[in-house]
């Protein structure tokens, strides 16, 4: 079994051709709720279809990457891989992400483009300092307010496109293209708070490119029936998560992905889905002795790390291995006996360089259109 540190999580991975079905005991007592919130979002979403809320349209063309749950699909290596695809294009895009667990939500924040750039996740949030690290080219504005940041953006550094982070839902500001991402490990199950959906199934209707990930733990077939039933004229990809290299939490000294296949490691973190963080570090060589899920976003405490080394201790483990996104949140935290690894990783799209036209196809088509036009 997992060990236990605020939330419980069963032990194991989902087998290759499989998606967790595991309900949650409470749904049937949470359905009411559940129905509560439906009808809540389907309100919203009429709301903003007659006009009732207001959607604002930025200067240039707006990208949005979400999903239909809560965390733990894997956007943010695809917020990545997409940026990349622009830049590589031409482009001078910038993400746009409300940061969520920094200190101060109701600041927007800028980080300026330049090598080298480090960002404090507390302030800035810790997916938005994992982007600012990787995308060093691009600006990242910060801010629960998608629209000002986005004017931010073009003020202030002329950028030609957005990239909106986690965006599905933010109806507030108009898209011109939405990626939605799957995970193929998890069923949609229902909406909150008796499943983990923040809209009902139908609302891939709105997607333009839907991205199935992690289709080397999981059988793809089930979600492309479901976008193909709901909105066929979503183009679907395929992407899969692989291990780039290994970098040491404490020193920054960076080993190849095979470094330490075959060693004992605790592995923990605190992600939305770290079952399938689990059964990739199996796939990828390691004998995972020990595991341990925090709550997604989770900062570490002096206690969480004696917690975390006790447990290793137990576990005969030489070594704990973490996400890239959790060695944000274990900064100034110097007590480990042992190596701590965050694992790089990068997802591998089937059909990249389709996904890449299909991108800037969509980009390219709003240079005839006014901010004034709103389109959903």
């Known amino acids: 079994m997992l060990d236990k540190q605020n939330h419980d999580l069963e032990s194991g991975a989902p087998a290759k051709g499989s998606q967790s079905k595991i309900r949650n005991p409470k749904s049937k007592i949470l359905a009411p709720l559940a129905a509560g919130f439906g009808l809540g979002v389907a309100l919203r979403a009429a709301a903003y279809r007659r006009g009732w809320l207001k959607t604002r349209r930025l200067n240039r063309p707006v990208v949005s990457v979400g999903n239909l749950t809560l965390g733990g699909t894997g956007k943010t290596p695809l917020v990545e891989l997409l940026t990349k695809c622009l830049l590589k294009r031409g482009r001078k895009p910038a993400i746009l992400t409300r940061g969520y667990g920094r200190r101060d939500s109701g600041r927007i924040l800028a980080l300026e483009p330049g090598p080298g750039r480090v960002a404090d996740p507390r302030e800035v949030g810790d997916e938005p300092a994992l982007l600012a690290r990787a995308l060093p080219e691009a600006p990242i504005i910060v801010g629960a307010d998608r629209y000002q940041a986005g004017r931010l953006a073009e003020e202030r550094f002329d950028v030609d496109v957005h990239v909106l982070d986690d965006g599905f839902q933010h109806l507030a500001l108009a898209r011109d293209l939405d990626v939605v991402v799957l995970d193929t ?14 809209e009902p199934c139908s609302a891939l209707e709105r997607a333009g490119l839907v991205v199935l990930t992690r289709v080397e733990l999981g059988d793809p077939g089930p979600l492309e029936e479901l976008v193909e039933r709901i909105n066929p004229r979503a183009r679907v990809f395929h992407s899969r998560t692989e291990l780039c290299r290994l970098v040491d939490v404490m020193t920054g000294r960076i080993y190849p992905p095979g470094a330490f296949q075959g060693e004992r490691v ?48 137990e576990s005969r483990a030489a070594a704990l291995v973490t996400t890239e996104k959790d060695a944000m949140n274990l900064q100034r935290i110097s007590k480990w006996d042992r190596p701590v690894l965050a694992c790089a990783i990068q997802i591998e799209l089937d059909e990249q360089q389709a996904l890449e036209e299909a991108l800037v196809e969509r980009v390219a088509s709003f240079e005839g259109r006014g901010p004034s036009e709103v389109v959903l």
């Open 266 to 313: 605790h592995a923990f973190c605190g992600i939305g889905n770290p079952k399938a963080f689990f059964a990739d570090l199996r796939r990828w060589g390691f004998c995972v002795a020990a595991e341990t899920a925090f709550r997604d976003h989770h900062v570490y405490s002096g206690k969480d790390v004696e917690k975390l080394l006790r447990r290793s201790q």
């Open 185 to 198: 490990t998890q069923q949609l199950l229902g909406l909150l708070p008796a499943g983990r959906q923040r």
